[in-house]
Nanobody, 127 residues
């Protein structure tokens, strides 16, 4: 499984960005795709996730501002980020592990250590 993120950049507070994660080498019908972010010196945290059936979940810190979506025809998962704040500044990663995390709910699916496959990350800076 390969994951490639794009779409990061620098924006002013209140602005918007959309991140993309293109997935290849994936043949499982049940999965959880997560978007995580990490600030240097802090633990990686999951901000949004989407299951194969379209169910979504969000961290409280981004609810109402971020939206996760997927385009199965394009094998792409998106993270639409609105009303960005300086606190959203981080490296953003997409992750999945079809053999380990098939549902996005539960504490196990929140832990970055539960996911084996990661992209290289894309930086988001909000000033």
């Amino acid at each position: 499984v390969q994951l490639v993120e794009s779409g990061g950049g620098s924006v002013q507070a209140g602005g918007s960005l959309t991140l993309s994660c293109v997935v290849s080498g994936y043949t499982h019908s049940s999965y959880c795709m997560g978007w995580f972010r990490q600030v240097s010196g802090k633990e990686r945290e999951r901000v949004a996730a989407i299951e194969s059936d379209g169910s979504t979940s969000y961290a409280d810190s981004v609810k109402g501002r971020f939206t996760i979506s997927q385009d199965n025809a394009e094998n792409t998962v998106y993270l639409h980020m609105n009303s960005l704040k300086p606190a959203d500044t981080a490296m953003y990663y997409c992750a999945t592990d079809p053999t380990s995390v098939t549902r996005c709910y539960g504490n196990y699916a929140l832990q970055p250590g539960s996911y084996k496959n990661w992209g290289q990350g894309t930086q988001v800076t909000v000033s």
